[in-house]
């Protein structure tokens, strides 16, 4: 019986983990928008934001190309 209610918890958090990820939009200055997979990491050290794609591809930025930034 614990085993079931420790799986159940489990299963419950991973769930609840998995649905809080937001896709967001960003807006380059040239128009073009793109759509990411979570939230964008903005690293200040050297200026680049990094972002998963909607396939599920890694790339960076710089973030002097971005207008703006929006939850989806």
């Known amino acids: 019986m614990k085993k079931f ?3 159940t918890g489990l299963v ?3 769930l609840t983990v998995a649905g809080c990820s937001s ?3 960003l807006q380059k200055k040239n128009g073009e928008m793109i759509i990411t ?3 964008p ?3 200040d050290d050297n ?3 990094t972002y998963e794609d909607v396939a599920g591809n890694e790339h960076a930025i710089n973030r002097d190309q971005i207008v703006q930034m929006i939850e989806k």
């Open 5 to 7: 209610i420790a799986l």
């Open 12 to 14: 419950f958090m991973s």
């Open 23 to 25: 896709d967001y939009v």
């Open 37 to 39: 997979h979570g939230k």
């Open 41 to 43: 990491e903005v690293d």
């Open 47 to 49: 200026g680049l934001i």
